[in-house]
Nanobody, 128 residues
Framework: QVELVESGGGSVQAGGSLRLSCVAS????????MGWFRQAVGKEREGVAT?????????SYADSVKGRFTISKDNAKNTLYLQMNSLKPEDTAMYYC????????????????????RGQGTQVTVSS
């Protein structure tokens, strides 16, 4: 079992930045793929970014956030981050931290937004 708790959401004007954090507990072993997905009101879940398990630095991003968002992980703190820069109104959504142990390709997790575990979500609102 993996427990995930997000923080760092809020309201910001377009062009601004936010950093989301996610603390993991429970199973935090080496074979844990982690990522972020988001869901806006009335829209389907969308994968945002994924990072590979401990010992790798492989990442994948949705085309809509490439060059603006950066996913990273502090293994010593069991914490996942999402640095979001140049935010746009269309980034407004509930953002969820997620984790999975099945070991699929990082691109697959972004395309599918399918993870075994997820947090409670943190709201990000970007105004124009």
């Amino acid at each position: 079992q993996v427990e995930l708790v997000e923080s760092g959401g809020g309201s910001v004007q377009a062009g601004g930045s936010l950093r989301l954090s996610c603390v993991a507990s429970g199973y935090t072993g080496r074979r844990l793929w982690m990522g972020w997905f988001r869901q806006a009101v009335g829209k389907e879940r969308e994968g945002v970014a994924t990072i590979g398990p401990d010992g790798t630095t492989i990442t994948s991003y949705a085309d809509s956030v490439k060059g603006r968002f950066t996913i990273s992980k502090d293994n010593a703190k069991n914490t996942l981050y999402l640095q979001m820069n140049s935010l746009k109104p269309e980034d407004t959504a509930m953002y969820y931290c997620a984790a999975d142990r099945r070991g699929y390709n990082v691109d697959w997790y972004v395309r599918s937004a399918d993870f075994d575990y997820r947090g409670q979500g943190t709201q990000v609102t970007v105004s124009s």
